[in-house]
């Protein structure tokens, strides 16, 4: 099968491949025995920079699961680390911050560095990269970055937040400042994604977790012009997903006017609705519900054919998750949500 062939992306292009192609938000990871036993005794941020570590964490569930795509192991911290940023990923907590971005003065600091670090850093993520598509062969691997509100949304509050009141704040007390920060996030993002595609990424998804804390208005006004700079760089390369949590109200802002090639949906539309409100033009990604991955199988099997059915509705449709692979899920339950997916006509 050529590399083009592959389902994902003909998926992506807009097409209906024989078997509709199925890949997880964080397949890599903590619900892997495999995983946890490689990760013993070495923090998270320095797993995502050891060649070693990242190229076999990014290829376990690919040779355990049979998805049709590899996601690239790392995290949405790691280009700010890059770039030079202080930033540690707690267990149990996630990203914290040194020194949050909270004034016009620490805006000024952190965007006096310059973005381009990030590519002169970076060897680690190619060789990694390189390491994994030797092995996966026809299987795409996607590159991935964090949309610049989600990242701004970590830097403002210091760490994770339920509501991102600070990050939310400075849009409206200082917009300026906003928008300076943002704009220097969305280009190290660019070039994180330019490395990995470089690399030998054959499709790439912008992760913006917290969009949906957003109303309409400021997405359209703070967010989403930025993640269009974040995305710019590498439109037209490769074909590009965009994803949110709770962006049902944004779903339709969510193609960034087209940029996005498939839009992602957490469970709470439905697929057939989200198709509608993404149009012709755009594929749908999603959306099973995390917490039914505990449920029965006899449940979890109908769910999973009612996720089928409904995507029937869009152009194309990639199944996922509606969010990333809780660390306590059953592998056994992703293999044999895959082996149905693959079973079933397109």
């Not at 003909?10 to 024989?18: I, Q």
């Not at 990871?29 to 941020?45: A, F, H, I, N």
């Not at 087209?258 to 057939?272: F, I, K, N, S, T």
Request: proline fraction near 9%.
């Amino acid at each position: 099968m050529p590399h083009t062939d592959a389902p994902l992306l003909r998926a992506l292009r807009g097409e209906r491949p024989e078997r509709t192609p199925v890949w997880f938000m964080r397949q890599a990871g903590r619900s892997l025995p495999e995983y946890r036993d490689l990760r013993v005794g070495t923090r998270m941020l320095d797993a995502c920079l050891d060649p070693d570590l990242a190229s076999e964490i990014t290829l376990q569930p690919v040779r355990r699961h049979g998805v049709d795509a590899a996601i690239f192991f790392s995290d949405i911290v790691v280009p700010l680390r890059l770039a030079g940023v202080q930033v540690e990923i707690v267990p149990g907590r996630g990203p914290v911050f040194d020194e949050p971005v909270r004034s016009a003065a620490d805006v000024d600091a952190l965007t006096a560095r310059d973005p381009a670090e990030v590519s002169a850093a970076a060897s680690p993520v190619a060789e990694a990269i390189a390491r994994i598509t030797a092995e996966l062969g026809d299987t795409p691997l996607i590159g991935f970055a964090g949309a610049p509100f989600t990242l701004a949304a970590y830097l403002v509050e210091g760490g994770p937040s339920k509501e991102h009141l600070r990050a939310r704040a400075m849009m409206h007390a200082d917009p300026v400042s906003w928008h300076r920060l943002a704009d220097w996030l969305a280009r190290v993002a660019a070039a994180f994604l330019d490395v990995q595609v470089r690399a030998g990424a054959r499709a790439a998804q912008l992760f913006d977790s917290w969009a949906g804390s957003l109303s309409p208005e400021d997405y359209r006004a703070f967010a989403a012009p930025h993640s269009r700079t974040a995305l710019g760089g590498v439109h037209g390369r490769v074909p590009l997903i965009h994803f949110g949590v709770g962006t049902g109200p944004i779903l339709p802002d969510m193609r960034l006017h087209g940029l996005a090639d498939a839009v992602g949906a957490d469970w709470r539309v439905p697929l057939d609705q989200a198709a509608g409100m993404l149009g012709p033009d755009t594929t749908v990604q999603g959306n099973i519900d995390p917490a039914l991955l505990q449920a029965p199988w006899p449940v979890l099997e109908a769910h999973v054919r009612d996720v089928l059915h409904r995507g029937r509705a869009a152009r194309a449709h990639i199944v996922n998750l509606g969010h990333g692979v809780p660390p306590d899920t059953d592998p056994d339950v992703l293999t044999r949500i895959v082996e149905l997916v693959h079973a079933e006509a397109s």
